[in-house]
């Protein structure tokens, strides 16, 4: 940093005040000060924030009083101070809720030194952006719409649904979209196999460039598929995934979705601490899961973590006529509702051999075989995301089970 960055931290516990102050301890540039004590009762200071450029508010997300609190500050504000609120356990509801309020990051605890200095460079980013915004930054206005492709667990299909969904969005319905499908499954890699692409850079290389990000380097790294949507793929086995920047993500994230009408990213099948990042900013989630025990019970504990807001959409991949009815030992549609406590949104039928000769030919499915009922399950799921997305301003309504 070449100017001294100043910091407010509001805490509500010493343990908490010298978690940051032995974060940020040795770094050249940070200038701390901490208030100790309820953040109800230090309103006024954090909203005037005189001599701060940034302030850190250690957050009770069990009940309403701190969420209030941080209502006042921000209506009170005599200037705009990125806000990095840190807490405990959490759901991502909860966590979106800050989002949406306008605090640039989330920063659970304990407080590791590698988050905290990471939280702290998307606000001194926000910062710099707040005084000159520009194209691909987070605070440029958003054209394109966010939409994650997670999975119940490993195995369950979403590749191919992130895949097909993307062909869906880019060449069917009334409303074509320009579409970018990333892969941030970063080991696996699998958009770049199954679509038959081996791109000189990939998405690691867009983060590595940090605040060089820009549209003119997504669109140097992006692969122009056949298919009519762009992919910028994965790096491999060797990425550490623990190194995503959420700096780095959000300047990519915000390039992405001044281009493009939908950015669908297919994310690994379990927790970082820059996939909450990233899920928290998402305008709509896609879980993609199976009717089976271990399915359910995996996506029945990702919707209730997510909790009651404008959350998930569920697809039901590799569905059998027998699961109408819960035949031959499968689990119904009514059952799965029942223990998700949330609708199904779109059931997928099996169909491995068209599947298998799409990815043997790197195409999405309608190139190899039109008209085929699993084609048919995903477009139709494709124009109800996309009608949600324009109907709620890209926030899509989880809906409970029948």
């Known amino acids: 940093m070449t100017q001294t960055l100043d910091i407010l ?29 309820a953040l109800s009762d230090a309103v006024p200071r954090l909203a005037s924030a005189e001599g701060a450029d940034v302030l850190i508010l250690d957050l009770d997300l069990s009940g309403q009083d701190d969420l209030a609190a941080l209502g006042r500050i921000m209506e009170q504000q005599v200037r705009p101070v990125p806000i990095i609120a840190t807490g405990g356990d959490a759901s991502v509801q909860r966590i979106r809720t800050l989002m949406r309020l306008g605090v640039v990051d989330w920063l659970p605890q304990p407080i590791a030194r590698d988050d905290l200095l990471s939280s702290v460079a998307v606000a001194a980013e926000a910062l ?17 719409r966010l939409v994650l492709v997670t999975r119940a667990c490993g195995g369950m299909g979403a590749t191919s649904i992130a895949i097909q969904t993307a062909y869906a969005a880019a ?69 550490v995934l623990e190194a ?18 939908l950015v669908l990213v297919d ?16 305008d709509a989630l896609v879980l993609v ?10 996506a029945g504990l990702f919707c209730r973590r997510m909790g009651s807001g404008p959350t998930v959409s569920v697809v039901a991949n590799r569905a059998r006529k027998s699961m109408f009815g819960g035949a031959d030992g499968d689990i119904s549609i009514k059952q799965a509702e029942k223990a998700l406590g949330h609708a199904i949104d779109a059931l997928v039928p099996s169909d ?13 499915v309608p190139m190899v075989a039109k008209r ?31």
Not at 31 to 37: A, C, F, I, S, T
């Open 9 to 37: 931290a509001s805490c509500r516990s010493e343990g908490v005040a010298e978690a940051i102050r032995g974060g940020l301890s040795g770094v050249d540039g940070l200038r701390l000060e901490v208030l100790n004590g």
């Open 128 to 144: 710099t952006e707040a005084d000159a915004p520009e194209v691909g930054s987070p605070s440029a206005e958003r054209r394109g």
């Open 171 to 239: 060449n069917e319905g009334k409303q074509r979209r320009k579409v970018c499908l990333v892969d941030l499954d970063l080991q696996a890699s699998n958009v770049g196999l199954y679509l038959d692409i081996e791109a000189p850079a990939t998405v690691a290389d867009c983060l590595a460039a940090g605040d060089r990000i820009d549209a003119s380097l997504v669109q140097a790294t992006v692969t122009q598929h056949k298919a009519g949507f762009d992919v910028l793929t994965a790096p491999g086995p060797d990425a």
């Open 244 to 261: 995503v920047d959420a700096a780095a993500l959000d300047r990519l994230v915000g390039a992405l979705t001044a281009d493009y009408d």
């Open 267 to 282: 994310m690994p099948p379990f927790e970082t601490g820059w996939t909450r990042h990233l899920t928290a900013r998402a």
């Open 289 to 298: 899961t199976q009717l089976t025990v271990a399915g359910i019970r995996r």
């Open 352 to 364: 491995f051999p068209t599947l298998s000769r799409a990815i043997n030919e790197g195409k999405p």
């Open 372 to 402: 085929t009922p699993f084609e048919k399950a995903v477009r139709r799921f494709a124009e109800t995301l996309g009608r949600r997305l324009e109907a709620d301003g890209g926030r899509p309504q989880a809906r409970k089970g029948r």
